[in-house]
């Protein structure tokens, strides 16, 4: 799925994997993203879809970010 400025329009805070995902939606939506928080989770954009090590990734940097047991 791409992301659509109507994506954006609801959310409060953007998660990105990378620094390179947060540049473009940046570059492409700067008026959906003014004064939303962007999260860089610092996860290499390399695994297959539904990895195991991906979604333990995604879990482990969910919790700490948001504070939440995922």
């Known amino acids: 799925m791409r992301v659509t400025a109507g994506h954006l329009g609801w959310a409060e805070v953007v998660l990105v994997m990378e620094r390179r995902h947060a540049d473009i939606l940046r570059q492409k939506f700067p008026e959906e993203l003014a004064g939303?928080?962007?999260?860089?989770?610092?996860?290499?954009?390399?695994?297959?879809?539904?990895?195991?090590?991906?979604?333990?990734?995604?879990?482990?940097?969910?919790?700490?970010?948001?504070?939440?047991?995922?």
């Open 36 to 70: 939303k928080r962007v999260i860089n989770l610092r996860i290499p954009d390399k695994f297959q879809f539904m990895s195991h090590l991906l979604v333990d990734l995604l879990r482990e940097r969910l919790r700490e970010q948001l504070a939440v047991d995922v």
